[in-house]
């Protein structure tokens, strides 16, 4: 038996090669880059409107946004949770903000007593952070805020 064969049809496969993908890819890159530089066009012609509108200094505004004080000043009351002291408030988180403080050390120059807080070297009276320093004495440093007092004490 004599099998009939005949060579298959032959057919053109689409295969890309590596430099019609790159060609593809660069193509790509270049439209998002230009994309990306017609927005930040965009972006530069709105700060130059804004550029030429005065600003406002803070000590001129009728109340500083930064300040805690303007916050606590409107936490007197409470609808069903009594009264809210906003001294007490106030003076909690002062303390919270001496808590990131760490005294270092403490040693005597030129006959005073001065102490490293963080990275700096201080003498009475000198102020660190809003903390004003009253006195440092042999093994801790009394700070001062508004009036609240901080005590700093060496690490062992």
């Known amino acids: 038996m ?3 064969s005949t060579p298959k049809a032959a057919s053109a496969a689409s295969f890309e090669t590596e430099d019609t993908l790159i060609e593809t890819a660069i193509a ?5 880059k230009s994309k990306i530089f017609n927005g930040m066009d965009e972006i530069v012609k709105k700060f130059y409107e804004f550029s030429n509108v005065p600003q406002v200094k803070v000590d001129e505004l ?3 946004p930064f300040e805690v004080e303007t916050f606590l000043a409107n936490l007197r009351k409470k609808p069903g949770a ?5 001294k007490k ?3 909690q988180q002062i303390r919270y903000k001496s808590e990131g403080m760490q ?4 040693m005597q120059s030129n006959g005073r007593n001065c102490c490293m ?3 700096k070297i201080l003498y009475e009276g000198d102020s660190i952070e809003g903390f004003k ?3 440092i004495d042999d093994s801790d440093v009394k700070l001062e805020s508004d009036g609240v007092q901080i005590i700093l004490k060496l690490s062992e």
């Open 103 to 106: 005294l270092l050390s403490i």
């Open 28 to 32: 790509r890159l270049t439209g998002v």
């Open 62 to 64: 009728s109340k500083n």
């Open 82 to 86: 009594g009264e809210i002291d906003a």
């Open 133 to 135: 320093v009253l006195q």
């Open 117 to 119: 807080i963080d990275d």
């Open 2 to 4: 004599i099998k009939k």
């Open 89 to 91: 408030l106030w003076q």
